[in-house]
């Protein structure tokens, strides 16, 4: 059954289910699904919404064990979350050469975040959007912030910024230009072409990094929704198990290659030359 008695046919129920549940920030409303997105002057508020709960969720539950911690006999739970951290902190010594107490942290932040989010996509497709639109009364909902292009881009963006941040601490404004424009053709004659190379290389980064997550995610979740909206109820298990337990490993994975990728480029932006 799809979440709005509205819908008739399959595409009618996928298309419903890609639709975020969104707000003009010039007129203060919802956008009701179907009708033009108001595009740069919207926001997705369920993306939002699940993103910050989520980011609060990863830090009440990790504050409370670290509270909590004791030298004796761990609980199960605390085991879990040392071996979280502990698997966190042996990548960055791996992967991180230069000195920064914000890395760490940083990664831990990263891979617990996307994780959670990632995680949502293993709810039942109909569930949040059901309760949402019959119990508060909203047109649309996804609950996938990581299969939000904005989010995953947002942030990328912010690993971005550090990047730049890292690259003038430790090579100067003069370093980092150079880098930018003697490299890889060590003569003022290729400055423009360097410039080009090096500035699409460098902007590539965030890109990817976002775009990576992003489709990943939203692959997986259309794939439920393909489940949901061409085969019968009583027949979508056959499928939906199997692919459920795969996805399991591909949040996983996704988690761990933003994090990964996030070490790996800010190394290279805090190496000297």
Known sequence: ???????????????????????????????????????????????????????????????????????????????????????????????????????????????????????????????????????LGLPALRAVPTADVSVTLSMAIGVFILILFYSIKMKGVSGFVKELTMQPFNHWAFIPVNLILEGVSLLSKPVSLGLRLFGNMYAGELI????????????????NVPWAIFHILIITLQAFIFMVLTIVYLSMASEEH
């Open 224 to 239: 439920f929704i393909l489940i949901a909206g061409l085969l019968p109820w009583w027949s979508q298990w056959l499928l």
């Open 1 to 135: 059954m799809s979440a709005s008695g509205e819908i008739s046919t399959p595409q009618d129920y996928i298309g419903h289910h890609l639709n975020n549940l969104q707000l003009d920030l010039r007129s203060m409303e919802l956008v009701k699904p179907g009708v033009d997105s108001p595009g740069f002057w919207a926001i997705n508020i369920d993306s939002m919404f699940f993103s910050i709960v989520l980011g609060l969720l990863f830090l009440l539950v990790f504050r409370r064990v670290a509270v909590k911690a004791s030298s004796g006999v761990p609980s199960k739970f605390q085991c879990a979350v040392e071996l979280i951290i502990g698997f966190v902190d042996g990548t960055v010594k791996d992967m991180y050469h230069g000195k920064s107490k914000v890395i760490a942290p940083l990664a831990l932040t990263v891979f617990v975040w996307v994780f959670l989010m990632n995680l949502m996509d293993l709810l039942p497709i109909d569930l949040l959007p059901y309760l949402a639109e019959h119990v």
